[in-house]
């Protein structure tokens, strides 16, 4: 465990570091994308985040191959060298794509070549488990097709869900932190060895989407484009192929007795089948609605429009934080109730909860306006781009619960963030330099972790000021 950590750690500090200097780097590559009529963010905001994202999974690849246990991973089995061959073909097409822009048939083509590659290299789903039947064994065919299917799918499924600031990150993390701690128990409590390198993509998935996640937070400093996105749901899919179909059922009967009870507790492997589909849920649902919504309305199913789930959050009184963390918290309801599942598939309490969590959700997702009370002892943990005078509203409209002590001011309702200098109090130098931003043409201001931010008002068109939008399947 502790060299996992250490691998997760690497991987998350390397892709933390890099993201600044490419965040330069795209700006003088000019990899910003002028704003277009369907899309949501008000401001040019570089991509190729996916770079650094690359950069710490070949550092935790490099430090994973140094370690006394992992290392012997990388002498037994071609899977890290393969993920790592497919990673850089997906990521090479990502990169062109984010600068001169890559026709959407060349991309599909792309991905299909990365899996190939993948599956050349020995990382393919050999067998299934088939509850009533046994173990399956595949063909050489069906275990090439089933592979690039479930490769290509996945990617597009992280690229379609990458709409709003820090949520395809946010929720890959989530993803990953359910299929390591599943891998994990396939490998160390039942000593399976062919579930290590699962447990290693997942882990390495963490550390890269944990270290950009800082820069891809709202208002986003930078997007990971279809360099990253496509990225990470290479390493994925490439996690659940390995354990899918790569873990010897033979194995398990050893620790169960019988073919049943491995057949029965093979019976979760599905979960790293699924575990994908946990982010395709939400955007697969928006598709599907989008489609009747535009045929019911006599438009064509391809029509743009600014009708998708996110903007629905937003239009319903949402802030964009909180229409992020209700899409995580569905998210990690799916995925950790799959793996509990998964254990302990007979415990009605599992079940119990799944349904109470889902109410609770369900209550979030009705009140937008709720804005809950900050005690003052949690002050301290807030960052302080979040932290806001006491009475100022919030990106909904709403007031804030913070304190009135507050060291700091933000006003969220000009997007202009300003910080008490010198030991004045936060109210009078907040209100200063809103008064001066009231008499004057509305600028883009600094943010305090660098970003920069539009006025409510943008002045060439009057629009009201929004989160930003990356992904290009979800405006």
């Not at 994990?184 to 390198?197: C, K, Q």
């Not at 990106?395 to 910080?419: C, H, M, R, W």
Request: hydrophobic share 50%.
């Amino acid at each position: 465990m502790r060299e996992y950590l250490l691998t997760l750690c690497v991987a998350a500090a390397v892709t933390y570091l890099l993201t600044g200097p490419v965040r330069k780097f795209a700006i003088a590559a000019k990899a910003m994308p002028q704003i277009r009529a369907r899309d949501v963010h008000r401001e040019p905001t570089p991509r190729l985040g996916g770079i650094a994202m690359f950069g710490g999974l070949c550092a935790g690849l490099l430090v994973a191959s140094q370690l006394t246990n992992i290392g012997e991973l990388f002498v037994l089995s071609d899977e890290p060298r393969a993920l790592l061959s497919g990673a850089g073909l997906i990521w090479l097409l990502g990169v062109l794509d984010d600068k001169w822009g890559v026709d959407a048939l060349v991309k599909l083509g792309g991905q299909m070549i990365a899996a190939g590659v993948m599956v050349l290299q020995g990382l393919t789903i050999l067998w299934l488990p088939v509850p009533g039947v046994g173990n399956v064994a595949l063909t050489q065919l069906q275990g090439t097709l089933l592979t690039v299917a479930l490769v290509v799918i996945t990617i597009n499924a992280v690229n379609f869900v990458d709409g709003l600031d820090g949520l395809a990150s946010g929720m890959v993390t989530i993803a990953a932190a359910a299929f390591f701690m599943y891998a994990y128990r396939i490998w160390y409590g039942y000593g399976v060895e062919a579930a290590a390198p699962a447990t290693l993509f997942a882990v390495l998935l963490m550390g890269m989407c944990l270290g950009f996640l800082p820069h891809n937070m709202h208002p986003a400093r930078i997007f990971m484009g279809d360099s990253g996105s496509m990225l990470i749901g290479l390493v994925l899919a490439a996690g659940a192929v390995s354990i899918t179909g790569q873990v010897d059922p033979d194995l398990m009967v050893q620790h169960t007795g019988s073919v049943r009870s491995a057949v029965h507790t093979m019976v979760p492997l599905y979960m790293p089948l699924l575990l994908p589909l946990t982010i395709i849920a939400i955007p697969v649902a928006d598709l599907v609605l989008a489609i009747v919504r535009r045929t019911w309305r006599g438009e064509s199913p391809f029509a743009a429009d600014k009708g998708h789930l996110h903007h629905r959050l937003l239009e319903i009184g949402h802030s964009h934080s909180r229409a992020v963390l209700i899409m995580y918290f569905w998210s990690a309801l799916i995925a950790f109730g799959a793996v509990a599942f998964s254990v302990q598939s007979s415990s009605l309490a599992i079940v119990l909860a799944i349904v109470l969590l889902s109410a609770v959700g369900l209550v979030v997702l009705l009140l937008p306006r709720f804005t809950p009370q900050v005690p003052r002892w949690a002050y301290a943990f807030v960052p302080p781009r979040y932290r806001r005078a006491p009475g100022a509203p919030d990106e909904s409209g709403t007031e804030s619960g913070i304190p009135s002590d507050a060291p700091y001011l933000v006003n969220f309702e000009k997007n202009a963030q300003f910080a008490a200098p010198n030991g004045n109090s936060a109210e009078t130098a907040g209100a200063e330099k809103a008064e001066k931003a009231e008499n004057a043409p509305q600028p883009a201001f600094a943010g305090l972790n660098g970003a920069t931010a539009i006025g409510r008002n943008d002045q060439r068109g009057g629009r009201s000021s929004g989160p930003s939008c990356d992904s290009e399947h979800t405006k």
